[in-house]
């Protein structure tokens, strides 16, 4: 009987259990288990891979980006400028002029905007324009928006540093997510993820993405992931909510500005506890219990999706076998990479626009208005319950945190000197365990149309920061 396996239209982006099914001929498993080996390196290799520079230590993946945007030099914040404007126009175009009469995939990025967008793309537009021009010395600097605390804090290091995250990232993120590596990931902590954080074993991925490049890129993992039928909306959410810490580089800084840089690792590994603890709580309660256990394509997660998974002799060789067929089915690298590029710059112009919107907005009140000082009052009594320290010096970062996850020490910086020791390891702990903040996560996951709203963002964030206060609290007693 003549051999058909290489007639079969697999498709590239089949859920992992239905690799078991598939059955490739001998050149097909060869094919698959170079492009294996070889994707799968250089994936690692360039998101995992630290290498030093002129003194500093950083990711492959972080030396890459930082150069790309490097060759723009000082016209990138026009460059970002073009962008911005552009997406405001477009938005405009399509929801105001055609109002839906155009059908194509440019125009479904702008088809469910509402009138809080517009308001959004024109501020994000407008902050911009004016930090460009003032970068240019074609303008004054307007201290409110473009000064150091406020659009200096936002725009050059996290709207610059995204369009290289993202745009870079989709080059490099095929050969993680379409060449084997989440199946051996995924077969091997399968038994542990799903019955603990009820999440599948490849999420462990997602994770660590966050914690040594960044947490934009481990939204935007998460993202594509999901859109590929990978995760449920109620097991997507649950990442990207409680997944996406901060790099481990920004984590050093934050804990240096605390003035705890000698017990860095002590902190950090404290913190990584911490967020999985919390990830286990996340998890049962709503919004995240009450999301729907539907794939992007529609189709309800089944018994079979959830099925006990164990740990036996068979549990690597399978993922290790699913990894060979998922490199052997792939499209191939020049077209995962071109699709990946799409998918990625039809989405950039919002997250820029956005980020730059609710990024330097949030910081105009933080820095601007006592509105973060008062919500802290209401954290107070809860410092106080678990023994925190110089609780009331400390009480206005727990919620600050949601405007950028480095504003809690910063605003205590200029104090350190009155604050205990464990007070300000205290802030750094609970600022990492937060993850959602409007300057960068919370942004990117409203920008990518991720299946959450605002206001359940909101409530994933208090509900973060009141889990993170008592085992933080708990930590400084046992551990300093």
């Known amino acids: 009987m003549a051999d058909t396996t290489k007639k079969i239209n697999l498709d590239p982006d089949m859920p992992s259990p239905e690799l078991d099914k598939v059955t490739l001929t001998s050149a097909q498993k060869t094919k698959g288990l170079i492009q294996c080996i070889i994707f799968s390196i250089i994936g690692i290799f360039v998101f995992f891979g630290q290498v030093t520079v002129n003194g500093e230590s950083d990711t492959v993946f972080g030396i890459i980006y930082n150069g790309f945007l490097d060759l723009f030099g000082s016209a990138i914040y026009w460059v970002l400028a073009l962008i911005i404007g552009a997406n405001f126009l477009c938005h405009l175009y399509f929801k105001y002029v055609k ?3 155009v059908k194509n995939a440019f125009a479904e990025v702008y088809a469910n905007d509402s009138i809080v967008h517009t308001i959004l793309y024109g501020l994000g537009t407008l902050y911009i324009v004016m930090y460009a021009m003032v970068d240019s010395g074609l303008m004054e600097n307007v201290e409110i928006i473009t000064g150091a605390a406020t659009g200096g804090s936002v725009i050059p290091p996290i709207v610059k540093g995204v369009l290289g995250i993202i745009l870079v990232g989709a080059v490099f993120m095929p050969t993680l997510l379409n060449y084997g590596v989440l199946e051996i990931v995924g077969a091997i902590l399968e038994p542990l993820m799903r019955p603990i954080f009820k999440i599948p074993g490849k999420a462990a991925l997602d994770a660590v993405t966050s914690f040594v490049s960044s947490s934009s890129l481990g939204v935007m993992v998460t993202n594509r992931l999901w859109k590929q039928g990978a995760y449920t909306d ?18 050093y800084l934050v804990i240096d500005t605390a003035g705890c840089a000698d017990q860095f690792v002590k902190i950090y590994a404290l913190s990584f506890v911490m967020v999985f603890i919390m990830a286990v709580i996340m998890v049962r309660i709503p919004p995240i219990s009450k999301k729907a256990e539907r794939y992007f394509n529609g189709r309800t997660q089944t018994a079979e999706d959830l099925k006990d998974a164990k740990y036996t002799a068979k549990t690597i060789p399978t993922g290790f076998s699913r990894a060979v067929k998922r490199a052997g089915i792939a499209r191939g690298i020049h077209k995962d990479v071109a699709l990946s590029l799409k998918d990625s710059a039809l989405v950039v112009p919002q997250v820029l626009t956005m980020l730059s919107a609710i990024g330097v907005s949030a910081m105009i009140i933080a820095e601007y208005t006592p ?4 919500i802290g009052y209401i954290f107070q009594p809860l410092l106080m319950l678990c023994q925190v320290p110089d609780a009331g010096m400390i009480a206005a970062s727990m919620p600050i945190g949601i405007a950028e996850m480095f504003l809690p020490v910063l605003i205590i910086q200029g104090k350190l000197e009155l604050i205990a020791y464990e007070a300000r390891a205290f802030v750094c702990l609970v600022s990492m365990c937060q993850i959602i903040f409007f300057s960068e996560t919370a942004t990117v996951m409203l920008a990518t149309k991720s299946p959450i709203k605002f206001k359940e963002i909101i409530i994933c964030f208090i509900e973060r920061t009141i889990l993170a206060i008592p085992l933080a609290a708990l930590c400084i007693h046992l551990f300093f």
């Open 371 to 374: 509105i973060f000082t008062w």
């Open 234 to 251: 109620k097991e997507m959410v649950s990442i990207m909510t409680g997944f996406s810490a901060v790099s481990i580089g920004f984590a």
């Open 99 to 101: 109002k839906g009469s």
